[in-house]
């Protein structure tokens, strides 16, 4: 469901600047107005999402751009790999014949951003998969968790489309850019026996897309219509995702919709540098 939370985590620690990445750690640290930040946090601090972090007791995601990496040398590959660009921009959106359903509603707040992005809108029940190598590839559908609100289980239409989050991964392969407009698409938990995360960004880094950025908890059906604009522009002017994310949550928090559920909601996972268009 598309949902504001009523309760947010709250972190306490954040870690030391090296100069501009944090590593693991809980030392208090000041930095300079509009430094992007790069978190590489340990196993048990990944659940954290990056915009929550805190210093000086204040949110990073409300005063930075802000991603979070599986490691420092996870990110220095990333660096070494070229981008490749396909050229390809893609939406999928299962669209409902119902009137009143939320992804009709995204559809009408989306259709215009997209077009002017040219961005091609899949409406069919399944993804398609024309959308494996995209530049940019945008998902937007329900998210379920597990019983006990434990563990990211599934991502569904408004019908009787059901894909765990292997099967999404499997047609996103290779994507850039992914945009997930899914409740709790963000999320990520702890394996129980492995020092290492779970969740759908791990499974689309896995399956060898550069960028995510997504939700961790359930996202309100506003956010994606006022949060796109922004982000769309800034990226097509060659920013990258992290600073095109941050444009994006500034403009949901200029609408005086400034909870963290709605204004830091999309937080970055993954290559905090890539960019839809070469760089000059």
């Not at 992005?117 to 409406?123: E, F």
């Not at 499997?170 to 963000?186: D, E, K, P, R, Y």
């Not at 897309?209 to 769309?232: E, K």
């Not at 609408?255 to 070469?278: E, I, K, W």
Request: glycine content about 8%; proline content about 9%.
């Amino acid at each position: 469901m598309f949902v504001a939370p009523s309760a947010l985590p709250r972190p306490s620690c954040v870690a030391e600047d090296a100069p501009t990445t944090l590593a693991q750690g809980a030392l208090p640290i000041s930095l300079n107005t509009k430094t992007s930040i790069v978190l590489a946090p340990t196993a048990e601090l990944q659940n954290i999402p990056p915009n929550l972090w805190q210093v000086a007791g204040e949110c990073l995601g409300t005063t930075h751009p802000v991603a979070t990496v599986p490691s420092l040398s996870w990110l220095l590959r990333q660096q070494d790999r070229q981008q490749l660009r396909s050229g390809s921009r893609k939406c999928w959106l299962p669209m409902s014949a119902d009137p009143l359903g939320a992804l009709t509603r995204l559809g009408g707040d989306l259709r215009e951003s997209l077009a002017e992005a040219a961005v091609d809108l899949i409406t069919s029940r399944m993804p398609d998969n024309c959308m494996r190598g995209a530049d940019l590839c945008i998902v937007c559908a329900h998210g379920g968790l597990h019983e006990g609100q434990s563990w990211f289980r599934v991502i569904a239409d408004e019908d009787a489309t059901y894909l765990s989050g292997s099967e999404l991964a499997s047609f996103l392969t290779g994507c850039g850019i992914v945009v997930l407009f899914v409740c709790s698409g963000g999320r990520l938990d702890r394996h129980p026996f492995t020092a290492a995360s779970v969740g759908l960004p791990k499974l689309l880094l896995d399956r060898g897309c550069r960028t995510i950025v997504a939700s961790p908890w359930p996202l309100d059906v506003a956010v994606p219509g006022l949060w796109l604009p922004s982000f769309l522009k800034s990226l097509s002017a060659g920013g990258t995702t992290t600073n095109a994310v941050f444009d994006g949550n500034q403009a949901v928090a200029a609408t005086a919709r400034v909870h963290p559920a709605l204004c830091l909601a999309m937080n970055v996972y993954g290559d905090p540098f890539s960019t839809l268009t070469p760089p000059p």
